[in-house]
């Protein structure tokens, strides 16, 4: 018997490191994953056939689409810090290279899965009307993005475009499709850390961990007073696989997955942390907080949306799907997973600290 196949853009991203082997495990499928780098893929399982490339190259949609039956999307260049420093390759990775993919899963009847973001929903929760609300959702929310000149809003602006395209092939044309908002998935291999492995500035998370590894205060941008809802990649993962297994109920939906049990300041998550290290490394300075203005963080063309919480009704309904990771026991595996990686190429105090020994899940 044949196996069934999936491809996997961005395979060897962060959340494409976790839903790998998840794809494989439950599903026993051969795995086309697609990606310029596949350090966070670990394994070496023969039913995973790496292609290290971009999607743009020549030939590679061509190939995804001709040999799987479904495609997962995750591919984007998905850092606040970059909208607004490399806003035209933003725009490119989450809507100019992803056209022909459309396109062409849509002239061959392959069923897609594509990763939008939470983005979309601009700087706050209004309803069709404008009207403010509590919560977030897929079908009743408005779009609310900044002016133009806040070039924060170029990611969301081309993912929310991406959908709209993806939702007219659905909806004109037969693409069989599903659309995943994710709500601040966090998890260990989430992003670089500037110095070691990358440039520039990584996701809040990598920014506290490198800012407690270095001995550094953690830099609160505008106090960090902004709310989000943090899930376990664990319990994204999850999800992807009942869409997986779900795809007439999923067909044509646009899903919100995140935790809203799981919502605090990012000030907050910068005290959590700092709380968590110093019981994983005893030896470490005590953790300093200093507040910095968004201006002086990101620089020109920053902008921000004060709280982001998910309505996860649908998927509730649709999946019978709950996130289960509370944020304090998902913590100390991601500082663990950072401690180990990257705790003897920092030169700081911490690293010379005895290190923890715990594997991280």
């Not at 991601?334 to 923890?356: H, N, V």
């Amino acid at each position: 018997m044949t196996r069934s196949r999936i491809a996997v853009l961005g395979a060897g991203g962060f959340i494409g490191s976790h839903l790998v082997p998840a794809l494989v495990q439950r599903f026993d499928c051969e795995i086309d994953a697609v990606d310029v780098d596949f350090q966070k893929l670990a394994g070496d399982d023969p039913r995973v056939h790496r292609l290290q490339a971009r999607v743009e190259e020549p030939g590679v949609v061509e190939e995804v689409t001709r040999r799987s039956r479904l495609v997962i999307s995750l591919t984007a260049l998905c850092n606040p810090a970059l909208y607004s420093t490399i806003p035209l390759e933003v725009i490119d990775a989450s809507f100019t290279h992803l056209l022909p993919l459309v396109k062409r899963c849509t002239e061959r009847n392959v069923r897609l899965i594509h990763f939008s973001t939470a983005e979309v929903y601009g700087r706050r929760a209004v309803d069709a009307d404008g009207e403010p609300t509590q919560q977030m959702h897929e079908d009743d929310s408005g779009c609310l993005l900044g002016p133009v000149h806040r070039e924060r809003w170029t990611y969301a602006c081309a993912k929310q475009l991406m959908e709209r395209v993806i939702w007219a092939h659905g909806q004109h044309q037969n693409l069989e499709f599903s659309i995943v908002r994710p709500f601040n998935t966090i998890g260990p291999r989430m992003d670089y850390l500037p110095g070691v492995d990358g440039e520039g500035i990584p996701r809040v998370l990598a920014c506290f961990i490198n800012q407690l590894l270095c001995g550094e205060p953690l830099r609160l941008v505008e106090g960090g007073r902004q709310r989000r809802a943090f899930m376990a990649v664990a319990d994204m993962v999850d999800a992807v696989c009942l869409m997986i297994e779900r795809p007439q109920a999923c067909r044509g939906q646009i899903l919100n997955l995140g935790n809203p049990n799981n919502e605090l300041s990012i000030a907050e998550l910068g005290h959590l942390l700092a709380q968590e290290f110093a019981e994983l490394v005893p030896r470490s300075r005590p953790a300093r907080f200093e507040h910095v203005s968004a201006l002086q963080f990101y620089g020109e063309g920053y902008d921000d949306t004060d709280q982001r919480v998910p309505d996860i009704g649908k998927a509730r309904r649709i999946l019978g799907w709950q996130p289960k990771v509370g944020l304090r026991e998902m913590l100390p595996d991601i500082l663990r997973d950072y401690i180990e990686r990257y705790g003897a190429r920092i030169p700081s105090q911490s690293a010379r600290s005895p290190l923890p020994q715990a594997s991280v899940a």
